[in-house]
């Protein structure tokens, strides 16, 4: 019988299936090899793992047989945080190893990539292929001045190219940065200004939802305004001819060169990520070439459960953390499958249909998409063939119950659902899949191994059962070794441990649960706090768009100077909808019946849209200062947002309430 603390799983894995999992064979491994708990399952190999921080890393480089050019004299030299060292000594080469099933004459011919765009039909780039094409590119970065540390840059879509750029980037020692072709140049320019490439790849343009997108002028934009490029690199995505003084991508990657992998330090630089920026120009975030190999050997390894045998497909940009997480999938020797297009072209189970096609085994995609297809009645295992899908991964939101029950009743039964959470930050997850644990609705289903999360109170103190601030207690591999433009530090130490000095905190409300599980209430910055009761918007969210005439919604707590607080509820309605009485009744019995009393919106006001971030993220923090007077260009970064327009509107009702 299920006792009152382990509530029945939605989902839970048979013994086949924990018997066949990676993370099982390491667990036994590291106990004979390293003195691991063989028995306990995954919670006690996670206590292991932050227990014995040091061990526990040394343990995940043998296991994945990482090729040290030169050995390393400590695994872990330094604990703090921020500036622990890791692997002192070593040198190696991230590129390498994400080309390694390559050198296998039995797999010389099996798809490393499968490329889909808007026509749904895979076209494979061999193993072989990619090698090939990086070692020539590679030369000729070389030939070009590349030196290790120099930035390399794309404006580019989720196209085999841009891979095929990353890995030839970090073969030569090189600094991969990029961003999607639907930012606009202010955007892009508030990103690379930063970082100063010296090599920039581009397209003339991409296509979305049926359309051509022409980008030559947002191309010559960049070309002058980044004066540090040497060379500039044209992909004719649309068929144009490349134009005056920029290089052919087809010359570049002619050659049948052997690639030469330069070997660095562990702590590298490997690429530059960006947060959001919707305050102030984007952090421009720095992780390292040894850090990223190791934390992504981790978790898709071991948590995703990644092999030689899978095919790995995630929706994502460029512009985006997950694309960099997926290429990543290459150092387990999987298949990686990059689709370019609209995520719901030409209906909304656009990406059922690339599963199907691709063979997917692991696919992921964003909470929003699934609700999006709940909401259109998709039928995902009905329509498509996703026999070979083992696991739907979601993140970029918490994943609503709702959502958990409509994968499990449309997709399999016997689905693994892994809601994941994570951040640019760290390029990779705290808390999420874990092949060998039970799937309950609405929560991740473990902190992640290596990793120390705890919810944590104001006063520091660690909580179960009760919402609290995410913190990391011990450093991760794949932290930023630093940010760009930061020569004190100062901006790093303010981002994660102004709060907690020592211990990294990531700006989000989490409980932990008496069995292990994780649940994410949303952003604590944007955090609801009403009489003392404080509740995530993703909460709010997730009851308000059960109702089909609400498309998306954006909820707002603002502290008044009187001492009170106004919470407006803003909904973008379907279509069709209208605001009426009864709607806005519904709304409130919605929230005060599965919610609060407390947290039922103070007024419901219809918007023509909901403003996103470039990533897609519902910007909460830049409406509040709005609504708090803030003006418009000191509350956004205006290259940050989707649609700078939408904005407007919230510094408009500012003006109103402030002379009501």
């Not at 590291?30 to 040091?54: I, K, N, Q």
């Not at 997108?213 to 002058?224: G, K, N, P, S, Y």
């Not at 510094?651 to 402030?658: N, P, Q």
Request: with cysteine; proline share 8%.
């Amino acid at each position: 019988m299920t006792s009152a603390t382990q509530p029945e799983p939605l989902w839970a894995p048979g013994p086949e299936r924990i018997a066949a999992a990676r993370i099982t064979a390491f667990q036994a491994w590291a106990a004979t090899r390293f003195g691991a708990p063989a028995d306990g399952g995954y919670p006690a190999l996670h206590r292991w793992s932050v227990d014995e921080l040091d061990i526990f890393w040394q343990a995940v480089a043998e296991w994945f047989d990482v090729r040290f050019t030169t050995p390393y004299e400590s695994v872990l030299a330094d604990r703090s945080m921020p500036g622990a060292q890791w692997f002192t000594g070593a040198t190696l080469n991230y590129a390498e190893h994400a080309l390694r099933a390559a050198e296998d004459p039995a797999r010389a011919d099996d798809p490393a990539l499968l490329y889909v765009d808007e026509t749904h039909e895979p076209v494979p780039v061999t193993w072989a292929e990619l090698r090939r094409r990086v070692g020539s590119l590679a030369a000729e970065l070389r030939a070009l001045g590349v030196r290790p540390g120099d930035r390399v840059s794309g404006y580019l879509p989720n196209i085999p190219e841009a891979a095929v750029a990353l890995l030839a980037t970090a073969a030569v020692g090189g600094v991969w940065t990029s961003c999607a072709p639907d930012f606009g140049a202010r955007s892009v320019l508030d990103r690379f200004q930063q970082v100063e490439p010296v090599v920039l790849f581009t397209v003339d343009g991409y296509r979305y939802g049926g359309k051509e997108h022409d980008r030559r002028e947002a191309v010559a934009e960049l070309r002058a305004e980044l004066p540090s490029l040497r060379a500039v690199v044209h992909i004719p995505l649309l068929g144009t001819p490349a134009p005056e003084g920029a290089l052919e991508w087809s010359a570049l990657t002619a050659a049948d060169t052997e690639p030469v992998f330069e070997a660095v330090p562990f702590d590298h630089p490997l690429w530059v990520l960006y947060s959001s920026g919707t305050t102030g120009l984007p952090k421009a975030i720095v992780q390292s070439q040894g850090g990223i190999l190791l934390e992504h050997l981790k978790q898709l390894g071991l948590h995703c459960d990644l092999g030689p045998e899978d095919r790995f497909f995630w929706y994502t940009s460029t512009g985006w953390m997950m694309w960099n997480f997926l290429v990543s999938g290459l150092l387990t020797g999987t298949t990686v499958v990059l689709y370019d297009g609209s995520p719901g072209y030409p209906d909304t189970g656009a990406q059922w249909r690339i599963a199907e096609r691709t063979r997917a085994t692991l696919y992921g995609t964003s909470a929003a998409y699934v609700m999006a297809c709940r909401k259109a009645e998709v039928h995902p295992s009905r329509d498509f063939d996703l026999s070979a899908v083992k696991c739907v991964a979601t993140t970029g939101s918490p994943l609503p119950p709702d959502g958990f029950r409509w994968l499990h009743d449309e997709v399999a039964e016997d689905l693994w659902i892994a809601s994941v959470s994570g951040g640019t930050d760290v390029c990779s997850c705290f808390a999420g899949a874990v092949p060998t644990l039970p799937v309950h609705i609405g929560e991740l289903q473990a902190a992640c191994l290596g990793t120390d999360l705890q919810s944590w109170d104001p006063s520091g103190k660690p909580a179960v059962g009760e919402v609290g601030e995410l913190v990391v207690t011990n450093p991760m591999p794949s932290m930023p070794i630093h940010f760009w433009n930061d020569p004190d530090g100062s901006r790093y130490r303010d981002s994660y441990f102004e709060m907690f000095p020592g211990v990294w905190r990531h700006g989000d409300w989490i409980t932990i649960t008496d069995h292990g599980s994780v649940i994410i209430h949303g952003r604590s910055d944007s955090t609801l706090n009403r009489q003392g009761v404080r509740m995530g918007s993703a909460d709010i969210y997730e009851a308000v768009e059960r109702l089909p005439e609400i498309k998306e919604s954006l909820v707002i707590g603002l502290e008044e100077p009187n001492g009170g607080y106004w919470m407006p509820l803003f909904v973008h309605l379907a279509p069709g909808a209208a605001l009426d009485d009864d709607l806005r009744a519904r709304i409130k019995a919605t929230i005060r019946e599965e919610l609060s009393p407390r947290h039922v919106p103070d007024e419901i006001i219809e918007v023509p849209a909901i403003p996103h971030t470039l990533t897609g993220k519902r910007i909460e923090v830049p409406v509040k200062r709005l609504l708090q007077g803030t003006p418009l260009a000191k509350a956004v970064n205006p290259g940050s947002v989707d649609n700078i327009d939408l904005l407007g509107f919230y510094e408009d009702l500012a003006r109103t309430r402030g002379r009501d």
